[in-house]
Nanobody
Framework: QVQLVESGGGLVQPGGSLRLSCGAS????????MNWYRQAPGKERELVAT????????TYADSVKGRFNISRDNVKNTVYLQMNSLSPENTAVYYC???????WGQGTQVTVSS
């Protein structure tokens, strides 16, 4: 079955960085685009970043452009989200999701606070 395991979240001070990882299994990772979403308390889940199957096409939400970087390793079946210059507004649970498949992992909590 499809499994998505996010990791790398934690508590970080404003201005800090985190690198999230999402290990995937149960589907052909290398032919699926991958996405990072987040859901802040009291808000709807929103799309943060996308990457195509080959890793050479990416998109970002306007709010994270220039600070976040999505990448993938098709050998390790893993997608990453490098997050820099974090602010309290980035506090949320972060999830990865493959294109075309309605599966979600448990998410990883990111808390930005001094």
């Amino acid at each position: 079955q499809v499994q998505l395991v996010e990791s790398g979240g934690g508590l970080v001070q404003p201005g800090g960085s985190l690198r999230l990882s999402c290990g995937a299994s149960g589907f052909i990772f290398s032919i699926n685009g991958m996405n990072w979403y987040r859901q802040a308390p009291g808000k709807e889940r929103e799309l943060v970043a996308t990457i195509n199957a080959g890793g050479n096409g990416v998109t970002y939400a306007d709010s994270v452009k220039g600070r976040f970087n999505i990448s993938r390793d098709n050998v390790k079946n893993t997608v990453y989200l490098q997050m820099n210059s974090l602010s309290p507004e980035n506090t949320a649970v972060y999830y990865c999701k493959p294109d075309r498949l309605e599966y979600w992992g448990q998410g990883t909590q990111v808390t930005v606070s001094s």
